[in-house]
């Protein structure tokens, strides 16, 4: 599995309005093939926002950076210091500690018609 944290400063946005706006794209990033997880992560306090992305291998996460949705937060002008950081997960201790366990539980195969492997 992979994982990136991604942060930005909402500029010339309401929290508000953001919030609207992700609360209508969340189905969107539900529907990705090979996310796991996202979590979406708040604090007004220093005004950084942004998401946990947990995707089930490196292919996924290259789909995913090759698309539109998630090439969003570096070009809307409504974000500001946007960090991109990619891990790789340490299963092994990952699952000890109860880490994904229900997510990956929940994923949904991934089927790549045109490369013919899922």
């Known amino acids: ?4 944290i991604v ?3 909402l500029e010339g946005i309401s929290e508000e309005d953001y919030r609207g706006q992700v609360e209508t794209l969340a189905p969107a990033f539900a529907s990705l ?3 796991v997880s996202k979590t979406w992560l708040a604090n ?3 005004n950084t926002y942004g998401g946990v992305y947990v995707r089930r291998d490196r ?4 789909d995913h950076k090759e698309g539109g949705i998630y090439k969003g937060p570096v070009a809307s002008p409504y974000f500001g210091g946007v960090s991109i950081r990619d891990f790789a997960v ?3 201790p990952t699952r000890v500690t109860r880490g994904l366990e229900e997510a990956a539980s929940r994923a949904q195969p991934r089927i790549d ?3 013919g492997r899922g």
């Open 1 to 4: 599995m992979r994982t990136s």
């Open 44 to 46: 007004r306090q220093t």
């Open 7 to 9: 942060n930005f400063n």
């Open 113 to 115: 018609h045109e490369r």
């Open 33 to 35: 093939p090979g996310l």
């Open 59 to 62: 292919e996924a996460m290259e």
């Open 90 to 92: 340490l299963e092994g």
